[in-house]
């Protein structure tokens, strides 16, 4: 059976080109992230972009509390830094659109409003941010834009945020790398004020002093990349469960700062993104089409299509059994299955309030449809099921 890598694979002539030539700057970096009027700012990864923007709101209002409002369909992995500061973390009811259950969130802001609205685009998907920039203008709170499993901006994304945060190494070949867009117009309109935006200098440049830097991780990164290109396989495939974890694992994140090596592949990279929006976009399909014929997947019930640029391919089943019998099916004929994501214990430990959240987490399967996936792969592992 193929062996297919949850993440994409970088080129031998990308990593080639990323130790013989200089990085581009960064504004030539986040270029393709940036809309007019719009400022760019890299870290390693979007979790350290939360911290950043709760400690500028903290050194603007000169409050020593925040309060974090995000989704209860999120992963509790990348609230570790938030949590580190001591943020209170508030999290939202969604509707079975993925999009904030508006009703339920002006009742919940009589009681606890918010500092920090996190709005996701789940999947790549476009979520409807009109509603939450209005909420955000009524509070008073800052709106961000979680785009981190978004390839790059396409309407109805990165719009209405006040920030906006990219995750490039999620749809990459890049050990680290996260673009944090600080917009003119969102809500609060942070950059009209001049004090704000060297308030948020200082807690950017704070955060990547005070926190240390190794390029170690990333040349490991490397090594095992390039491993993987040449065929080398670990023996053990690990066996993942379809339940709920409410646990977080430890998780050990880059220091903030970006990596060398990170930029230096960006440089053969930023260009190409054209060619990775067809490529995820073609595999997807492939994944549908061959399960779906193969009867692995009730053709009935297919992922809402559109144009956005797909994280991973989305199967939606019907209840909770169907998508653990499917995941336990794939997973034994070694196709890549996940779940996701893995929901902070305040949302598992109340079931009643969060139901929505859990029947998301539960009734959804994804695999991969990344870049260096070979259709003809996708095509063998069907087959051979």
Known sequence: MPHITQAPLPAWGDMITALMHPTLSESELSAPWRRSGDTAFWLSRSAWSLLVIAKWWQRLTGEASIIVWLPDFFCNASLVPLRGMGAQLQFYPLTNQMAPDLDACRTLATEK???LFVLVHFFGHPALAEGAAALCRETGAWLIEDAAHVLRPIPGIGEQGDCV???PHKLLPIPDGAVMVVREDGPARLTSHASAVVTFQD?????????GFSNQPAWVWLIKRCLQRLG????RRPVASFTTDADTPGIVFPPPKMSALSRRLLFGLVNTLDSVA???????LLWIQGLSEAKLYPSEIQPTAGEYTPYLAEFNFANETLAEEAFIQWQGACLPVTTWPDLPPEVVEKK???SMALKLRNTRVYLPVHQSLDYRVISDCVRKI
């Not at 807690?203 to 926190?211: E, F, G, R, T, V």
């Not at 067809?278 to 997807?284: A, D, I």
Request: overall charge positive.
């Open 113 to 115: 409003p918010p500092d």
């Open 165 to 167: 945060l990219y995750s």
């Open 203 to 211: 807690a950017y440049s704070s955060l990547i002093k005070s926190s």
């Open 232 to 235: 080398v396989r670990s023996w």
């Open 278 to 284: 067809y490529q995820r976009k073609h595999n997807r």
């Open 352 to 354: 009643d309030r969060h």
